[in-house]
């Protein structure tokens, strides 16, 4: 779902979601890439009721946002994530923790999945697919920021039903796993 404020750009995801038809054009007939990405009845009403909790959720998760962060303040060797810059306050949709050194991520994970955690690994780099590399894209490139953040990158458990006493166990296992 995407929600925008400008009538173009509001046309221009609509032409896109439906396979850049061009309005009024000839069917079938494509100048630019596009997808099917055109919402059906039951994802629309399952997006609204998400929409009418949005501000509650959002509550939740800079709470465990800021729970992590506090627990974790005395921990070395990651970069947290940024609370707030200048323009933009975190809601925690996620909280990734980047290991400072190669090889922390990995044994990190490894001590908590062995505490029953569950994490995730950053996404990769775009440049590092294969589905892209085995078709020629990206040939040379390096992103050096990219590579270390997938490499060295991780998320803690931190959906809507994370209970403060599994926050606890997790700032605990972390401590403990360094």
Same mark, same amino acid.
């Given at each position: 779902?995407?929600?925008v404020d400008n009538?173009?750009?509001a046309? @221009?995801? %609509?032409?896109?979601? !439906? $396979?850049?038809?061009?309005p009024g054009?000839r069917r ?8 099917n990405y @055109?919402? /059906? !009845?039951m994802?629309?009403?399952?997006? #609204?009721?998400?929409?009418?909790r949005?501000?509650e959720h959002i509550?939740k998760?800079?709470? /465990?946002g ?5 627990? $974790?303040?005395d921990i070395?060797?990651f970069? =947290?994530?940024?609370? @707030?810059?200048?323009y933009?306050e975190n809601i925690?949709?996620?909280?990734g $923790?980047v290991?400072? /050194?190669p090889g922390?991520c990995? @044994? /990190?994970v ?7 955690i569950?994490t995730?690994?950053? =996404?990769?780099?775009m440049?590092e697919?294969? #589905?892209f590399? !085995?078709?020629?894209?990206?040939v040379?490139?390096?992103y $050096?920021?990219?590579? %270390?953040?997938a490499r060295?990158g991780?998320?803690?458990?931190g959906g809507?039903?994370i209970s403060?006493?599994n926050?606890?166990y997790v700032?605990?296992k972390l401590q403990y796993?360094l």
């Amino acid at each position: 779902m995407i929600m925008v404020d400008n009538p173009e750009l509001a046309d @221009r995801c %609509r032409k896109l979601r !439906n $396979l850049a038809f061009e309005p009024g054009g000839r069917r079938f007939i494509h100048n630019e890439l596009g997808w099917n990405y @055109r919402m /059906t !009845n039951m994802q629309a009403a399952v997006g #609204v009721a998400q929409l009418e909790r949005i501000a509650e959720h959002i509550i939740k998760k800079r709470e /465990t946002g800021n729970a992590y962060q506090t627990g $974790l303040k005395d921990i070395k060797g990651f970069q =947290f994530p940024l609370e @707030r810059t200048e323009y933009a306050e975190n809601i925690y949709w996620v909280f990734g $923790l980047v290991a400072d /050194t190669p090889g922390l991520c990995e @044994r /990190t994970v490894a001590k908590l999945t062995a505490a029953g955690i569950g994490t995730r690994p950053f =996404f990769w780099c775009m440049h590092e697919q294969p #589905v892209f590399k !085995n078709t020629g894209l990206f040939v040379g490139e390096k992103y $050096l920021v990219a590579e %270390r953040l997938a490499r060295n990158g991780f998320y803690l458990p931190g959906g809507l039903g994370i209970s403060d006493n599994n926050i606890k166990y997790v700032v605990k296992k972390l401590q403990y796993a360094l």
